[in-house]
C-alpha cells in the first residue's frame, strides 16, 4: 500500500459529556483500570478513553508527557502553559511539556518512524486511516464516542479510533467587516460571480488588498483545496468515496459549483488584479496585522484563522468569518471538519497512555480549547463560537468516511496523481503563477490534473 500525502477533512454540529463505566484512583496505571470495551484496553489492562472520568479516575497518576503540536503559536505567547497548568489542578503530578513544529506534516511524518518521538502528537493527515495502528494507540470504539463528538470517525479505521479531535474548522473566508463595509458591500456573496464583484468593489473604493494570497508561505495556499468537497458539491461523499473513482474531477461544470469553480476564483482573482501586486512577497506573519488594521479585505483560510487575526490588533470587532461562495441548486453549504487530531503513541508505558488520554480529555471536554479557538465545538453539546454566527442556515457537511474497502483508495489516488491534494500547495501556486504570467489558462491547468487523476484511478479505483 502507498503512502499518502493526504487526507480530508470533515464536519458537523455540537451534545453531551461522555459517561463511562467508573475506575479507581492510583499511582500505577496498571494496577488499576477504568474498565472500557475496546480491544486495546482489554488486551493491556490500559482503560477506554470513552470510560475515563476526568478528575475521578488515577488522580494520583504520575507521568511527564511530551506533546508535539503544529501550534508554535500558541506555544511560544504561553497559551498552553495556561491549559496545563489548570489540567495539573486535578492532576498534580502529571507534568506536560510541548514542542512546537512549524513545517509540521512533512517533520512529524518523519518523525513518527522513531518508536521514542513523544507521548501525544497531532496525527499528521499524510498517514492513511489503514496505516494508524502502524503508529498510535486505539484509544476507544467509534460507537462509544460517536453521538457526543463531532468528527468522531476522522481519525479511525473502522470502529477503531486513534484520534480525538483538537477542535474543528468550517471552511470559509476570513474577511475585515469594516472594510467590507466600506467598498459598499451589504450582503455577503453566495457564488463566485457576486465574490469577484465584490473584490472589484474592494479594489474600487478601499485602499485594502481586495484578497491576499498568502503565496510565499507555501503552506496557506493548501488550504484552497480544502473547499472542493461537500461545500462545493453539495456531497459528502464527493472526496473519500466519489472523486477518487471519477474521471476528469476538475473539469467545469458550468454552473460555479465544483473544484473547477474553487480554483477559477482564485485564477480570476490574480488574473484580474484583485490580489497582492507581487505573490512571492507575502508574508504570513504580517498579514495578521495587515487584516485586522483593514490594509487587506480577506483570505482562505479555515476558521482556526480567525482568533489569530482578532489578536493582531486593536480591530478584533471587525474581523469577521463566512461561508465559501459556492452555492449548490440553490443552497450553501459549507465543509467542516476535525483540525489535527490528538494520538497517543502506541509504544509508551501504560501509566503515560492514561496520562495521556485523561489530557486530551480534559482538553476536548473541560478546556474551551475549541471555543477560544473559535473553532467548531469537539462535544455537539457545546456552544458555536460568536464567530460562525455567519453560519447560521448554511448547511454544514461532512466528508464521509469510506468504507473499510476502499480507505486506502483516495490515499493513493491522491498521492499517484501527484496532486496531495490537502498536503501540498505546488498545484494551488501553479494557478497563481499561469494567471500572472498569461502562459496557461485554468482550462490549461485543469487538462493536466484531469490526465494525471485520470491515470491514478485507472490504477486503484475498482472496476465497475
Same mark, same amino acid.
Given at each position: 500500500?502507498?503512502?499518502?500525502?493526504?487526507?480530508?477533512?470533515?464536519?458537523?454540529?455540537?451534545?453531551?459529556?461522555?459517561?463511562?463505566?467508573?475506575?479507581?484512583?492510583?499511582?500505577?496505571?496498571?494496577?488499576?483500570?477504568?474498565?472500557?470495551?475496546?480491544?486495546? +484496553?482489554?488486551?493491556?489492562?490500559?482503560?477506554?478513553?470513552?470510560?475515563?472520568?476526568?478528575?475521578?479516575?488515577?488522580?494520583?497518576?504520575?507521568?511527564?508527557?511530551?506533546?508535539?503540536?503544529?501550534?508554535?503559536?500558541?506555544?511560544?505567547?504561553?497559551?498552553?502553559?495556561?491549559?496545563?497548568?489548570?489540567?495539573?489542578?486535578?492532576?498534580?503530578?502529571?507534568?506536560?511539556?510541548?514542542?512546537?513544529?512549524?513545517?509540521?506534516?512533512?517533520?512529524?511524518?518523519?518523525?513518527?518512524?522513531?518508536?521514542?518521538?513523544? &507521548?501525544?502528537?497531532?496525527?499528521?493527515?499524510?498517514?492513511?486511516?489503514?496505516?494508524?495502528?502502524?503508529?498510535?494507540?486505539?484509544?476507544?470504539?467509534?460507537?462509544?464516542?460517536?453521538?457526543?463528538?463531532?468528527?468522531?470517525?476522522?481519525?479511525?479505521?473502522?470502529?477503531?479510533?486513534?484520534?480525538?479531535?483538537?477542535?474543528?474548522?468550517?471552511?470559509?473566508? #476570513?474577511?475585515?467587516?469594516?472594510?467590507?463595509?466600506?467598498?459598499?458591500?451589504?450582503?455577503?456573496?453566495?457564488?463566485?460571480?457576486?465574490?469577484?464583484?465584490?473584490?472589484?468593489?474592494?479594489?474600487?473604493?478601499?485602499?485594502?488588498?481586495?484578497?491576499?494570497?498568502?503565496?510565499?508561505?507555501?503552506?496557506?495556499?493548501?488550504?484552497?483545496? +480544502?473547499?472542493?468537497?461537500?461545500?462545493?458539491?453539495?456531497?459528502?461523499?464527493?472526496?473519500?468515496?466519489?472523486? !477518487?473513482?471519477?474521471?476528469?474531477?476538475?473539469?467545469?461544470?458550468?454552473?460555479?459549483?465544483?473544484?473547477?469553480?474553487?480554483?477559477?476564483?482564485?485564477?480570476?482573482?490574480?488574473?484580474?488584479?484583485?490580489?497582492?501586486?507581487?505573490?512571492?512577497?507575502?508574508?504570513?506573519?504580517?498579514?495578521?496585522?495587515?487584516?485586522?488594521?483593514?490594509?487587506?479585505?480577506?483570505?482562505?483560510?479555515?476558521?482556526?484563522?480567525?482568533?489569530?487575526?482578532?489578536?493582531?490588533? !486593536?480591530?478584533?470587532?471587525?474581523?469577521?468569518?463566512?461561508?465559501?461562495?459556492?452555492?449548490?441548486?440553490?443552497?450553501?453549504?459549507?465543509?467542516?471538519?476535525?483540525?489535527?487530531?490528538?494520538?497517543?503513541?502506541?509504544?509508551?508505558?501504560?501509566?503515560?497512555?492514561?496520562? +495521556?488520554?485523561?489530557?486530551?480529555?480534559?482538553?476536548?471536554?473541560?478546556?474551551?480549547?475549541?471555543? &477560544?479557538?473559535?473553532? #467548531?465545538?469537539?462535544?455537539?453539546?457545546?456552544?458555536?463560537?460568536?464567530?460562525?454566527?455567519?453560519? &447560521?442556515?448554511?448547511?454544514?457537511?461532512? &466528508?464521509?468516511?469510506?468504507?473499510?474497502?476502499?480507505?486506502?483508495?483516495?490515499?493513493?489516488?491522491?498521492?499517484?496523481?501527484?496532486?496531495?491534494?490537502?498536503?501540498?500547495?505546488?498545484? =494551488?501556486?501553479?494557478?497563481?503563477?499561469?494567471?500572472?504570467?498569461?502562459?496557461?489558462?485554468?482550462?490549461?491547468?485543469?487538462?493536466?490534473?484531469?490526465?494525471?487523476?485520470?491515470?491514478? =484511478?485507472?490504477?486503484?479505483? !475498482?472496476?465497475?
Amino acid at each position: 500500500m502507498k503512502k499518502a500525502l493526504a487526507l480530508t477533512l470533515a464536519a458537523a454540529m455540537a451534545a453531551t459529556l461522555l459517561a463511562g463505566c467508573g475506575g479507581g484512583s492510583g499511582s500505577s496505571a496498571a494496577a488499576s483500570t477504568a474498565g472500557g470495551d475496546s480491544a486495546s +484496553a482489554e488486551a493491556s489492562g490500559v482503560p477506554s478513553y470513552a470510560s475515563l472520568k476526568v478528575g475521578e479516575d488515577y488522580t494520583d497518576l504520575k507521568a511527564d508527557l511530551k506533546l508535539i503540536s503544529q501550534r508554535t503559536d500558541l506555544i511560544q505567547d504561553g497559551t498552553f502553559d495556561g491549559y496545563v497548568a489548570e489540567f495539573q489542578k486535578l492532576y498534580p503530578n502529571i507534568s506536560i511539556s510541548y514542542e512546537g513544529i512549524t513545517n509540521y506534516a512533512e517533520d512529524m511524518t518523519t518523525r513518527l518512524t522513531s518508536n521514542d518521538w513523544g &507521548d501525544i502528537c497531532m496525527i499528521p493527515t499524510t498517514i492513511p486511516l489503514t496505516e494508524l495502528g502502524d503508529y498510535f494507540y486505539k484509544l476507544c470504539d467509534l460507537d462509544e464516542i460517536k453521538d457526543e463528538y463531532n468528527f468522531a470517525s476522522n481519525r479511525a479505521y473502522g470502529q477503531d479510533v486513534y484520534g480525538i479531535p483538537s477542535t474543528g474548522n468550517a471552511q470559509g473566508i #476570513v474577511y475585515n467587516k469594516a472594510v467590507f463595509e466600506a467598498a459598499g458591500i451589504t450582503e455577503l456573496p453566495k457564488t463566485p460571480d457576486e465574490f469577484l464583484a465584490d473584490l472589484q468593489l474592494i479594489k474600487d473604493n478601499t485602499d485594502a488588498i481586495p484578497l491576499y494570497t498568502n503565496f510565499a508561505a507555501g503552506w496557506t495556499m493548501s488550504a484552497w483545496d +480544502a473547499y472542493i468537497g461537500g461545500g462545493a458539491t453539495g456531497d459528502g461523499d464527493w472526496m473519500n468515496i466519489t472523486m !477518487p473513482q471519477t474521471k476528469d474531477p476538475f473539469a467545469d461544470r458550468g454552473d460555479g459549483t465544483g473544484p473547477y469553480a474553487v480554483y477559477n476564483i482564485l485564477y480570476q482573482a490574480v488574473k484580474n488584479g484583485l490580489t497582492e501586486d507581487d505573490p512571492t512577497t507575502t508574508d504570513w506573519e504580517g498579514c495578521k496585522p495587515m487584516i485586522n488594521e483593514g490594509k487587506i479585505g480577506c483570505m482562505t483560510l479555515g476558521s482556526w484563522a480567525i482568533v489569530q487575526m482578532q489578536a493582531a490588533g !486593536p480591530n478584533a470587532d471587525d474581523i469577521g468569518y463566512m461561508p465559501f461562495p459556492i452555492t449548490v441548486n440553490g443552497t450553501q453549504y459549507a465543509s467542516a471538519g476535525a483540525d489535527y487530531c490528538y494520538g497517543v503513541n502506541k509504544n509508551i508505558s501504560d501509566d503515560n497512555k492514561i496520562a +495521556a488520554m485523561l489530557y486530551i480529555k480534559w482538553l476536548s471536554e473541560s478546556s474551551n480549547f475549541a471555543y &477560544d479557538q473559535g473553532g #467548531v465545538p469537539v462535544l455537539k453539546s457545546q456552544e458555536y463560537p460568536e464567530t460562525l454566527k455567519a453560519f &447560521d442556515g448554511i448547511e454544514l457537511i461532512e &466528508d464521509t468516511q469510506a468504507p473499510a474497502e476502499i480507505a486506502d483508495l483516495q490515499p493513493n489516488v491522491n498521492q499517484e496523481s501527484e496532486l496531495s491534494l490537502n498536503a501540498d500547495q505546488t498545484h =494551488v501556486q501553479r494557478v497563481v503563477e499561469a494567471a500572472i504570467n498569461g502562459d496557461e489558462t485554468l482550462d490549461d491547468i485543469v487538462a493536466d490534473w484531469n490526465e494525471a487523476w485520470n491515470a491514478a =484511478v485507472d490504477e486503484y479505483a !475498482p472496476a465497475k
